[in-house]
């Protein structure tokens, strides 16, 4: 997971991410340690999650069952050996901890109830033609009474926070997104977050939307096999994240993996390069439905099956894949990369199709010099965005590595 404790710095200490310590002033920071350990690995015993990070036995021990006491873990069935005691696996409680997400799109916007291990409780999403700060204030307060009013005292007493995933500067794109000035131009003195905080009584945590959706990959998808990659997510229009080292890196001002501002081709002599968002978004898709004579709603409606749209989707990924091979390596010239990973908001035959043509286009390039990339399918699909969002919360909480995503 992506966070560090501030008992660390406390005490004076640097600590290594993956090692816990026996002295007293980090007893939060080892705590955080085990769950991420056991998120990542699944259910753990004792012995286990001593040999992983140098802690003594008594000292794992305690912490575990601190754990327990405090609902996050709970025990699973005795595992005996040849010898000995048997071990008892620990893993996260789902009722240990719950938070909400809001993702705001370009065409769409969620807000999801989730548990401690990542899964979506209830999730209640809205369709429009362009977003308004009215409108989704009030889908807000609205969704949000909906899925918090069949929750228990005690659920409702764990959720740890909102996250918000949406698009960073909303007001900058106002060709696309195709909504009138006036209400592009709202979201400029619109502060999102603090309305938000204005109608819950929970910390409220704001992130770009493509990267929300690289940590949601990195904490329920793929992403943990993978020591370091660029995340690529298309939606509206198309953006990224960027993992090193296992960690989300969202860079000094949080535009790390804003792939879609690449430049990728050139145009008319005298004129700027186009960019990636410009080539390869799904708005452009949107936009090639309606010069086909098709209806562009299905795409916003239906992300399982797009086969009634024919022929346009193969021509959109022809044209998508052009500019994001190109956009690929040029970052994988910059940082080397064991993989890049990439999902959306298109159905899983649609996602396939992207990442086999990326594959061939960038293969077919001169990129004599640089390593090898692997390029993979994300794992969650059109709904990364929101649950990237709602982790946030729970990274906030429990996660290690915390200056890494909240800096």
Same mark, same amino acid.
């Given at each position: 997971?992506?966070?560090?404790?501030?008992?660390?710095?406390?005490?004076?200490?640097?600590?290594?991410?993956?090692?816990?310590?026996?002295?007293?002033?980090?007893?939060?920071?080892?705590?955080?340690?085990?769950?991420?350990?056991?998120?990542?690995?699944?259910?753990?015993?004792?012995?286990?999650?001593?040999?992983?990070?140098?802690?003594?036995?008594?000292?794992?021990?305690?912490?575990?069952?601190?754990?327990?006491?405090?609902?996050?873990?709970?025990?699973?069935?005795?595992?005996?050996?040849?010898?000995?005691?048997?071990?008892?696996?620990?893993?996260?409680?789902?009722?240990?901890?719950?938070?909400?997400?809001?993702?705001?799109?370009?065409?769409?916007?969620?807000?999801?109830?989730?548990?401690?291990?990542?899964?979506?409780?209830?999730?209640?999403?809205?369709?429009?033609?362009?977003?308004?700060?009215?409108?989704?204030?009030?889908?807000?307060?609205?969704?949000?009474?909906?899925?918090?009013?069949?929750?228990?005292?005690?659920?409702?007493?764990?959720?740890?926070?909102?996250?918000?995933?949406? /698009? %960073?500067?909303? *007001?900058?794109?106002? @060709?696309?997104?195709? #909504?009138?000035?006036? $209400? &592009? +131009?709202? !979201?400029?003195?619109?502060?999102?977050?603090?309305?938000?905080?204005?109608?819950?009584?929970?910390?409220?945590?704001?992130?770009?939307?493509?990267?929300?959706?690289?940590?949601?990959?990195?904490?329920?998808?793929?992403?943990?096999?993978?020591?370091?990659?660029?995340?690529?997510?298309?939606?509206?229009?198309?953006?990224?994240?960027?993992?090193?080292?296992?960690?989300?890196?969202?860079?000094?001002?949080?535009?790390?993996?804003?792939?879609?501002?690449?430049?990728?081709?050139?145009?008319?002599?005298?004129?700027?390069?186009?960019?990636?968002?410009?080539?390869?978004?799904?708005?452009?898709?949107?936009?090639?439905?309606?010069?086909?004579?098709?209806? /562009? %709603?299905?795409? *916003?409606?239906?992300? @399982?099956?797009?086969? #009634?749209?024919?022929? $346009? &989707? +193969?021509? !959109?990924?022809?044209?998508?894949?052009?500019?994001?091979?190109?956009?690929?390596?040029?970052?994988?010239?910059?940082?080397?990369?064991?993989?890049?990973?990439?999902?959306?908001?298109?159905?899983?035959?649609?996602?396939?199709?992207?990442?086999?043509?990326?594959?061939?286009?960038?293969?077919?390039?001169?990129?004599?010099?640089?390593?090898?990339?692997?390029?993979?399918?994300?794992?969650?699909?059109?709904?990364?965005?929101?649950?990237?969002?709602?982790?946030?919360?729970?990274?906030?909480?429990?996660?290690?590595?915390?200056?890494?995503?909240?800096?």
């Amino acid at each position: 997971m992506l966070s560090t404790d501030k008992a660390a710095g406390d005490a004076g200490e640097r600590l290594d991410t993956s090692r816990g310590t026996n002295q007293t002033g980090v007893k939060l920071y080892n705590e955080r340690l085990v769950l991420s350990l056991v998120r990542t690995h699944g259910p753990l015993s004792k012995g286990e999650i001593s040999r992983m990070t140098g802690l003594s036995a008594q000292a794992s021990s305690v912490i575990m069952k601190q754990l327990e006491m405090d609902g996050l873990l709970v025990r699973g069935e005795p595992q005996r050996g040849k010898v000995g005691q048997p071990s008892i696996p620990m893993a996260l409680n789902p009722e240990g901890a719950f938070s909400v997400g809001f993702k705001i799109g370009r065409r769409s916007a969620d807000l999801v109830l989730m548990d401690m291990v990542g899964t979506p409780r209830q999730m209640i999403r809205t369709t429009f033609a362009y977003p308004t700060p009215a409108l989704l204030k009030q889908f807000f307060q609205t969704s949000l009474e909906t899925i918090t009013d069949n929750m228990t005292r005690i659920q409702f007493s764990r959720v740890r926070g909102v996250g918000i995933a949406a /698009p %960073s500067e909303m *007001w900058s794109w106002e @060709e696309e997104v195709g #909504a009138p000035h006036d $209400v &592009v +131009d709202a !979201w400029r003195s619109f502060d999102l977050k603090a309305e938000v905080a204005q109608l819950c009584d929970w910390p409220v945590h704001f992130y770009n939307d493509a990267t929300a959706a690289c940590a949601a990959e990195l904490a329920f998808g793929e992403g943990g096999k993978y020591p370091d990659f660029l995340y690529v997510f298309f939606a509206t229009l198309v953006g990224g994240g960027v993992v090193l080292d296992g960690s989300l890196y969202p860079g000094r001002r949080g535009y790390a993996g804003a792939i879609g501002s690449a430049p990728v081709s050139t145009t008319e002599a005298g004129k700027p390069p186009k960019r990636l968002i410009q080539c390869a978004s799904i708005y452009l898709l949107e936009r090639m439905i309606r010069d086909s004579g098709g209806d /562009p %709603s299905l795409i *916003w409606h239906n992300n @399982e099956d797009w086969s #009634a749209l024919g022929g $346009v &989707v +193969d021509r !959109w990924v022809e044209q998508a894949t052009d500019s994001l091979a190109l956009a690929i390596g040029s970052a994988i010239s910059v940082i080397d990369f064991h993989n890049v990973v990439i999902d959306g908001g298109f159905p899983p035959d649609v996602r396939a199709k992207v990442v086999a043509r990326t594959r061939q286009k960038l293969a077919a390039m001169d990129v004599q010099g640089v390593a090898p990339v692997e390029i993979v399918e994300g794992k969650i699909g059109s709904d990364a965005r929101v649950l990237g969002a709602a982790s946030l919360p729970l990274l906030a909480e429990y996660a290690r590595h915390r200056d890494l995503l909240f800096n």
